[in-house]
């Protein structure tokens, strides 16, 4: 009897733990699995290996649960591993280093699969055609190399499949949008971030339980579907950075739900939804760079949740000042800059006391500014450029109070009017956070006043392309965040100030932890490669002073500005030597001295400025032979030509006793031909300098050209109507550029 108890004591003893024993095959799987990383190690050495970390087991001691994200995972991922543990439901190897593809065989043993998360691995190759298993509910291979298209036999027995995420790949072909016919409980769906094209085809109406469809940034064609307006559970559509064309249809207002429209940078035309405003969920709506007709639909002033409103780059017409924005109290970011708005500054707008960024400019509006502004109290960001608004004395005098704006831009603005002076602004105390101040390209008159020295935040100042007057403040070389100033084609007399050669900001390498990591609340484009439109510390330091009356030496204290990086001193009357101290500038990638009475040799050092892109001494007086066996010889002959007595490659006459003198006559005879050339070949910087000008003064409209050509994967992508109008406004400066250079 006893002996009996014992046995049976003995056997449920085995049972129980054998309960909790992993088997022999899983255990061998997961082995395998292991071997093929090579770091970190994953720990997996207790005898059970439903104890190891990240696994869990079912009663049977059947795998059921592998989870391992974000453990610096490095390896191979292979289907005679993985792939034998055939009762895993969940699979999250998510942010390691996996690398491989996944191979046919991959899903075919894991028929029991319900959640995969890849995503964050380095995994490439074309996705299986075999499908997943039927139980599959998420699956989730965002930010890896996949690529290929994605086989609709994928969905096959995905009935039901609520997720699926591919964003990040280099997948091709068509969206599935068949997806929705086998899997019609989809609740999320992203594509975003291939390189999808075509049409979007019918069939995303069936996805009756989706709620988020994202495919931004592919290369999307087309008209949006009709049925995607019946998938009526649609809380959001982002789909920017695509060519979808036609109009938003009024159909939309089926979608109650949506929170969130996102479709910038697209072709999309024609007028708003009139009723769009039936969308009172609606809180970010982004149409930026479209093609929008019209007025604003009344309607849309009902959405009260509303937090962005972007309606920017498109063809927007009426009487803004007739609109009434103040039901809009959630209104954090309203962006309607270069549209065909009239009116004047919109008074409903100072009830829109969340307001943090308005970005109005390139319109026609008109007017001054009001004192209600002061109201918005978290105004932070304020654009209101290329309009014909009046009296900026008053607009600055109102403005200096709003605690927070850190982002004043006022170009083209105020056409010919007086710089607010000192006079004017008696006992100035405001503007304590500035960053940014453009107030360039409106003829401003006067000089430059003190009061911009109590504007210790100031990071760029840009008041080029005006009528000022006067010499430069020396004050302004104690700014202590200043790195950036234009003063650009005015008529700024005197000398270079010394003083501005101790630039705080620009003397020595800032710590990391200090480099500035403020962002815009509205995109700003630059001209930097890869420049993130939000960012200002993309902006590179820049001291230009082309274009003025400015004589006497180039200080050598200039030596100094170490972080310096784009240097335009052109075009005025700067005589003596080029100092040698230029050389210590170990950052600047751009030294324009051309056109100025410089005399003397170029200073061999100049050749260690390693980052140097462009450089231009032509059209002074500089002789002697240009420095060989140098960098100096990998730019083109223009930018030394006009200096008679230079000589030495890559200029075509060699320095010889006699040599310099033919050179003088040769030169001489193209001198009028040699400016305009200048100006041409120099177009790319001009364009680079003018949009400087603009860069931040009017969201670098003009930026925007120079991104397109030169940089794919660029924020955004610019529409060939947008295009356009830079162009004009472009040619209109660089001809001024040309007729002041030729003149
Ligand atoms: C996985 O299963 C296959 C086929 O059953 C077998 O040949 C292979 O050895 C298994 N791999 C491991 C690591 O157990
Ligand atoms: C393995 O153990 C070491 C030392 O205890 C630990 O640093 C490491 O994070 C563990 N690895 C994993 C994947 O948990
Ligand atoms: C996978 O794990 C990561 C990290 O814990 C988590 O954020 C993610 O939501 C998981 N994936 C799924 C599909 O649950
Ligand atoms: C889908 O999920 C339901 C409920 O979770 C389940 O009953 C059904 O078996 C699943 N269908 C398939 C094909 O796995
Ligand atoms: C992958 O996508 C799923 C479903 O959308 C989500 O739950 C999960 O958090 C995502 N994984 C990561 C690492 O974000
Ligand atoms: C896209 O994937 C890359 C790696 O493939 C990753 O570094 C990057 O952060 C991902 N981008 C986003 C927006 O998730
Ligand atoms: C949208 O749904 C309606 C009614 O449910 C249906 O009649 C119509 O055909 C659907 N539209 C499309 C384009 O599928
Ligand atoms: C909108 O969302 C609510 C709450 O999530 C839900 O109850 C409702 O059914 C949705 N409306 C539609 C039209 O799907
Ligand atoms: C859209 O809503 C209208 C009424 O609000 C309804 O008549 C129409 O059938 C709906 N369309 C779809 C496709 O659901
Ligand atoms: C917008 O204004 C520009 C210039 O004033 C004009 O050429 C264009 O036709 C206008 N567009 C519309 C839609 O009114
Ligand atoms: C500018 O505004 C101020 C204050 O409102 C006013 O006194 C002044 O006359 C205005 N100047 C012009 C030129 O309209
Ligand atoms: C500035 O004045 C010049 C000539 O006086 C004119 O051609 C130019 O259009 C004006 N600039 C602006 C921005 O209005």
Wanted: net charge neutral; proline share 5%.
């Amino acid at each position: 009897m006893a002996h009996g108890l014992c046995l049976f004591l003995l056997f449920s003893y085995i049972i129980s733990t054998n309960i909790h024993a992993c088997k022999q095959t899983e255990c061998n799987s997961l082995l395998a699995f292991a071997s093929t990383l090579s770091s970190p190690p994953l720990n997996w050495t207790s005898l059970d290996c439903c104890h190891w970390k990240g696994i869990t087991c079912d009663q049977d001691g059947w795998v059921t649960r592998l989870l391992l994200p974000s453990k610096g995972l490095k390896g191979g991922i292979s289907p005679f591993s993985l792939g034998n543990l055939t009762h895993l439901t969940h699979l999250n190897l998510s942010h390691n280093s996996l690398y491989g593809s996944l191979e046919t065989q991959f899903f075919l043993s894991l028929s029991r699969l319900e959640i995969l998360d890849l995503s964050y691995n380095r995994l490439f190759g074309e996705l299986p055609l075999s499908p997943p298993s039927n139980n599959i509910r998420t699956v989730n291979l965002s930010s890896n190399n996949f690529f290929g298209p994605i086989p609709s036999s994928f969905f096959q027995q995905a009935s039901n499949l609520t997720s699926f995420n591919v964003s990040n790949n280099t997948f091709t072909g068509y969206v599935p949008s068949s997806i929705c016919l086998r899997s019609s409980s989809l609740r999320l769906l992203d594509f975003s971030s291939n390189v999808f094209n075509g049409n979007l085809a019918p069939g995303l109406g069936k996805c009756s339980q989706l709620q988020v469809f994202r495919a931004r940034d592919n290369n999307l064609s087309g008209l949006l579907p009709e049925d995607i307006y019946n998938a009526t559970k649609l809380e959001e559509i982002a789909l920017p950075l695509n060519s979808l064309h036609g109009a938003i249809s009024d159909k939309i207002v089926n979608l109650t739900n949506l929170t969130t429209l996102d479709l910038h940078h697209n072709h999309f035309g024609g007028e708003l939804p009139l009723n769009l405003g039936k969308l009172s969920k609606l809180k970010f709506v982004t149409l930026n760079f479209n093609k929008l007709q019209g007025a604003l639909p009344p309607s849309l002033m009902k959405c009260t949740n509303l937090v962005e409103l972007c309606l920017g780059f498109n063809n927007l017409v009426g009487n803004i000042s007739t609109i009434d924005f103040s039901r809009l109290s959630q209104l954090i970011k309203l962006d309607l800059r270069m549209n065909n708005f009239t009116g004047m500054f919109p008074v409903s707008l100072y009830s829109c006391r969340s307001l943090k960024a308005i970005g109005l400019s390139a319109n026609h509006l008109e007017g001054e500014i009001q004192a209600e502004i002061i109201s918005l109290k978290s105004l932070s960001f304020l654009s209101l450029g290329f309009n014909r608004f009046t009296n900026l004395t008053s607009a600055m005098k109102i403005l200096m109070s709003c605690k927070n704006l850190h982002t004043l831009m006022l170009s083209g603005s105020f056409e010919g009017e007086g710089m607010p002076s000192d006079d004017d602004m008696v006992d100035f105390d405001g503007f304590q956070n500035l960053r940014v101040l453009n107030l360039d390209n409106s003829n401003l008159t006067g000089q430059i006043p003190r009061w911009l020295s109590k504007l210790k935040n100031l990071e760029i100042l840009d008041l080029g392309f005006n009528q000022m007057t006067g010499p430069i403040p020396s004050w302004l070389g104690t700014l202590p965040r200043l790195f950036y100033i234009s003063l650009r084609d005015n008529q700024i007399s005197g000398e270079f100030p010394k003083q501005l050669c101790r630039l705080p900001r620009l003397l020595y390498e800032p710590i990391a932890s200090q480099v500035d990591q403020f962002e815009f609340e509205l995109p700003i484009f630059g001209v930097n490669r890869s420049f993130p439109p939000y960012k200002l510390s993309f902006i590179a330091a820049t001291i230009d002073l082309s274009n003025n009356n400015i004589i006497g030496d180039i200080p050598t204290e200039i030596g100094q500005l170490q972080l310096l990086r784009w240097l335009f001193l052109n075009s005025n009357n700067f005589s003596g030597v080029i100092p040698d101290q230029i050389s210590n500038l170990k950052n600047l990638e751009v030294l324009d001295l051309s056109t100025n009475h410089l005399s003397g040799k170029i200073p061999l050092s100049l050749a260690s400025l390693n980052f140097l892109k462009d450089f231009n001494v032509s059209y002074n007086n500089v002789q002697g032979p240009i420095p060989i066996g140098t960098q100096l010889q990998s730019f083109n002959t223009s930018a030394f030509e006009g200096n008679p007595k230079l000589c030495g490659a890559p200029l075509p006459n060699k320095c010889g006793p006699n040599k310099g003198i033919d050179a003088y006559n040769k030169n001489n005879k193209d001198v009028d031909n040699g400016l305009y050339h200048l100006s041409d070949h120099q177009l790319p910087w001009f364009y680079i300098s003018v949009v400087l000008g603009f860069i931040v003064g009017f969201w670098g409209v003009c930026g925007s050209l120079v991104i397109k050509r030169t940089w794919r994967h660029a924020y955004f992508r610019f529409t060939d109507n947008v295009q356009d109008r830079v162009c004009v406004m472009m040619t209109v400066s660089v001809n001024r550029m040309k007729r002041k250079l030729r003149g």
